[in-house]
């Protein structure tokens, strides 16, 4: 079993669709990041978070500790928001354990 | 733009070679992450370094080993290479007192023949 946990694992939606994608994870953490991923490999980070809800632009994260899991929430979807979105950890034992991601489409 | 690279960026070797991938961060960045990623998986901890020593490894074997250096700069290098370390490998580097901001390089494709 996986440390981290994303679902779905593929997502089309309509352009200016709401659109969330879960994470859940099983080890202890002090940080849970969201990642972007666009085909070629580059990763930009979007968030790290320990607590609460974070937001940027039409992006908000959430997470719940005491659930061990995190949401990743993208408003007005748009086609320049396809990408793949990866949940990563980073453990109480600074190891780092990542998810295999969501693979989001977004159709105009 | 994260002010992270690694050279080079595409890189084909054979079965059994050695391999030195590269990554350069911005000044001040002291901490450095290496990760493998195989096609179609997510990203996999190779290791950690922080001020020159190692700070952390995943579940990868001894011929997987790095290096950093004072000017911010790291390797990872792959002895006996085997068809399955193909892979996007990929560096971030954090800054100090904020170990947990990763910024990511654009990766070095490795593909073994």
């Known amino acids: 079993k996986n440390e981290v946990e994303q679902s779905p694992q593929n997502l089309t939606a309509q352009e200016g669709e709401f659109i969330t994608i879960n994470c859940s994870y099983s080890v202890g953490i002090s940080a849970l990041h969201w990642l972007q991923q666009h085909p070629g490999g580059g990763i930009v980070s979007l968030f790290m978070l320990s607590s609460g809800k974070k937001k940027h632009g039409r992006l908000i994260a959430t997470i719940n500790i005491q659930e061990k899991h995190s949401s990743l929430h993208i408003t007005a979807s748009h086609p320049r928001d396809s990408a793949v979105y990866i949940c990563?950890?980073?453990?109480?034992?600074?190891?780092?354990?990542f998810g295999t991601g969501t693979s989001l489409t977004v159709i105009p | 733009e994260t002010g992270v690279t690694q050279s080079p960026t595409h890189l084909i070797k054979t079965r059994g070679q050695q391999v030195t991938l590269r990554c350069s961060s911005q000044s001040g960045h002291n901490t450095v992450s290496w990760y493998q990623q195989a096609l179609g998986q997510g990203p996999q901890f190779i290791f950690q370094?922080?001020?020159?020593?190692?700070?952390g490894r995943g579940n990868f074997p001894p011929r997987f080993s790095g290096l950093q250096f004072p000017n911010y700069s790291s390797e990872l290098n792959v002895n006996a290479l085997e068809l399955d370390d193909s892979a996007l490998y990929l560096c971030?580097?954090?800054?100090?007192?904020?170990?947990?901001?990763?910024?990511f390089g654009p990766g070095t494709r490795l593909t073994v023949l």
């Open positions: 370094y922080y001020r020159e020593e190692e700070n």
């Open positions: 990563a950890v980073r453990s109480s034992g600074n190891q780092f354990y």
């Open positions: 971030a580097s954090s800054i100090p007192g904020q170990q947990n901001e990763q910024f």
